[in-house]
């Protein structure tokens, strides 16, 4: 039997990118889900040797759940562009076979989490406990593929993220910016001309 691996995403273009790489990389099957009810039916009929999860999608961590009450021997790669992991990084090394993988995503990496002979450990485990500092903040915050945010640099103890017009936002780009901050260690505000600002919070 050939063997699977099945793509939650609802981007497109991701998907159009991971099956054309299993296709002339491996002898991989792909399936691809969208939504929960797709992704479960999948699931339940099929045996996959890993599951791709873009973490934007609306189904993802239903779908997790949905997994680790099932299977949790189950090879899941995690696609995401925020700081937040719907499983901590002790229950995971120790129960769960999962790897995070920060955007924007580097689709050769990808693969190498579905060649059964490499090791599938996560690569960013106990990485994002305690963002709690300007410079560790400022790597994380990833801005390639935003067309209005672009750019980004710290000045006088701030992090400041600068919009391409001053007279307007965009608040999917923004809102995509604002999940990388833990409000337990920042304050993060945006200001008239639109630019954001991220300082650390006072005690």
Known sequence: M???VL???ESQSCIEKLTILFKEHTTLSSDVAYTYDEAT???DANVYESIIIDHNCKAANPFIEYILEKKVEQ??????DTLDCPVNCEDCLHNF??????KPINFKEVLKYVNADYIFEC???YRFERVDSLESLFDFIHLNNNFFYIEKEIIDN??????KSSKSMNFKELSKIEAFVS???FDFNVKEDFIVEITIKSS
């Open 97 to 102: 076979r999962f790897v995070r993988l920060l």
């Open 41 to 43: 039916s999948f699931f």
């Open 158 to 163: 701030k992090i400041l993220i600068k919009p």
């Open 75 to 80: 090879k899941v790669i995690l696609l995401s």
């Open 2 to 4: 050939k063997k699977r």
């Open 7 to 9: 793509i939650i995403d």
């Open 123 to 125: 690569p960013n485990k």
């Open 183 to 185: 409000l337990d260690y």
